[in-house]
């Protein structure tokens, strides 16, 4: 391989590898971008949502958002694993190291600044020179699944806008999509994720209650806080309060997948926040004081969780409980839910149980179909009658070959040695194989037969019959009902076998229905 061979392969690798970012959102690039449909502005002063800054078009600015106004927004997203936000901020005029607050759904980004930090751009023309403006780029990335994202921008300003204000301008939004076909991932990896499907997608953007209950005797309640909608919240849902709901009629699966935003509202003393999966506790969140600021609720601080939990499940139905341990002396403290998804890793289409996603994954099989070497077959075939193995003295042993096959029904000898494709007619239901082994002295014979699918753990009969001076021939005849035309017959000096073709999924697959083999004793 020459150099520029190596170099072109080389590329092509890190391309497969690197990581492919897609804007899905981008808006105030410019003054003929400054699409502010959908974000949330609260306490802005003047009712004015843009302006210029030295040529510079800002969603907000100078004297626009100032002290207690919450910048928010809601995104709807497509199946991803990760996702960025970029823009530029702008601190104006006179902070005093104070901060600016930055959530991304659990995710807090913040940063102090001073009065003297940066240059002169605009801003209170009427006082000092020296309250500079600073312009910085800012980039949030993190892992990211759920199906949808809350953007809030704030600050702790403690003065009018008019003398210390902040914007924001060039915000765009990607992600990294999952692999086509998957509904829901946490990576690339495409054989992952391709059994993921979702079954319950809950208090996005809208709030639909039926099923849950709070304490088991009311619906709970709903509250906003800023622009998002929550179960539970302020006055709603308190310390040691829960609610749940059954979620029922799943489709077979091995795993489950929850994800939830919880919600701190307010001061807590270090309460846990617990998950349940019918009576086991699957996740749990430490719930105290701290914070990164008053959004809602009374004096304490909010806090946000992102929860997300994979689990071993099967069973078609199961109980979702949410709650929180309750300490004495907690007061003012509230808590919500938001953003709620449940997802299941289905089983093979042909099982009702299994261990994983694969055909050869199932335990137990569905529609009637009958479970063979971990594959689900609608072949149901068994023997009608006992076997019969008889040892004899075959005074016409020297005109057989070492192992001749008789089909009874259809008047067929099979006395050449190789493998063969042997048809049935389509009208025949039953067969009965008769083989001649010859039997040898010092020699034993092992032979297995297929009793029955349906019997699971006691499908197979296995026998040994050793070979005396006055025996040279065992006869072993069993008979089968016929469920598959097509059959594979091997034969040689030592050994026979017979399969049959059985189709499982839309694939040919051989099962073994006998065999017979000479070893030494």
């Known amino acids: ?102 959530f991304v759904d659990d995710a807090l980004w913040k940063k102090h600044y001073y009065w003297n930090e940066g240059i002169q751009l605009c801003g209170d023309q009427r006082t000092i020179a020296s309250w500079y403006e600073v312009k910085e780029p800012i980039t949030i990335t993190m892992n990211h699944t759920s199906e949808s994202l809350i953007f809030i921008m704030t600050t702790n300003l403690d003065e009018y806008a008019d003398g210390e204000s902040f914007g924001f301008r060039d915000f765009q939004l990607s992600i990294v999509r999952c692999p086509q076909g998957c509904l829901y991932c946490s990576d690339s990896d495409q054989s992952t994720c391709n059994y993921w499907v979702g079954v319950l997608s809950l208090w996005h953007e809208s709030i639909l209650l039926d099923g849950w209950m709070k304490n088991d005797i009311i619906q709970p309640a709903t509250y906003r806080c ?75 601080l909010e806090q946000i969780y992102n929860i997300g939990v994979t689990l071993s499940h099967s069973s078609s139905k199961f109980q979702l409980t949410m709650t929180t341990s309750k300490v004495s002396g907690t007061t003012n403290s509230y808590w919500g839910i938001r953003a709620l998804n449940i997802y299941l890793s289905k089983c093979y289409n042909s099982c009702n149980l299994c261990v994983g996603p694969y055909r050869t994954d199932c335990t137990v099989c569905s529609g009637g179909l009958v479970l063979y070497k971990s594959l689900c077959t609608n072949s149901p075939f068994f023997l009608l009658s006992k076997i019969l193995i008889n040892q004899i003295q075959d005074p016409k042993s020297d005109e057989r070959i070492p192992m001749e096959i008789n089909l009874l029904e259809v008047n067929q000898k099979i006395a050449t040695q190789g493998t063969f494709t042997y048809s049935i007619n389509n009208s025949l239901q039953i067969l009965t194989i008769q083989v001649y082994a010859k039997c040898f002295t010092n020699i034993k014979m092992q032979s297995y037969l297929i009793k029955c699918l349906q019997c699971q753990s006691q499908n197979e009969q296995e026998f040994f019959h050793y070979c005396y001076p006055t025996i040279n021939t065992i006869v072993y005849t069993a008979r089968f009902q016929v469920s598959e035309q097509e059959w594979i017959i091997n034969t040689s000096n030592t050994e026979c076998s017979i399969y049959q073709v059985a189709q499982i999924d839309n694939q040919a697959v051989q099962i073994k229905l006998l065999e017979i083999i000479q070893r030494n004793a």
Not at 40 to 48: D, F, L, P
């Open 1 to 102: 391989m020459t150099k520029l061979n190596i170099f072109i392969f080389i590329l092509l690798c890190l391309g497969k590898t690197q990581v492919q970012w897609e804007t899905i959102y981008q808006s105030f690039q410019d003054i003929n971008s400054m699409d502010s449909q959908g974000w949330i502005v609260s306490n802005n002063q003047n009712g004015n949502l843009t302006s210029i800054c030295n040529g510079f078009s800002l969603f907000g600015g100078f004297n626009l958002f100032g002290n207690t106004t919450i910048v928010s927004k809601h995104f709807s997203l497509p199946t991803h694993y990760q996702l960025k936000i970029t823009f530029e901020f702008w601190k104006i005029d006179s902070w005093d190291n104070e901060f600016v607050y930055i």
């Open 226 to 300: 800023e622009s998002f909608d929550l179960v539970g919240g302020q006055l709603n849902l308190a310390p040691g309060d829960y609610v749940k709901k059954n979620i029922e009629n799943l489709s077979p699966h091995y795993k489950i997948q929850v994800n939830l935003q919880l919600w701190k509202i307010d001061s807590w003393i270090n309460e846990n926040f617990y998950l349940f999966v019918d009576n086991s506790v699957v996740a749990q969140a430490v719930l105290g004081s701290g914070g990164a600021y008053s959004i809602c609720g009374s004096n304490g």
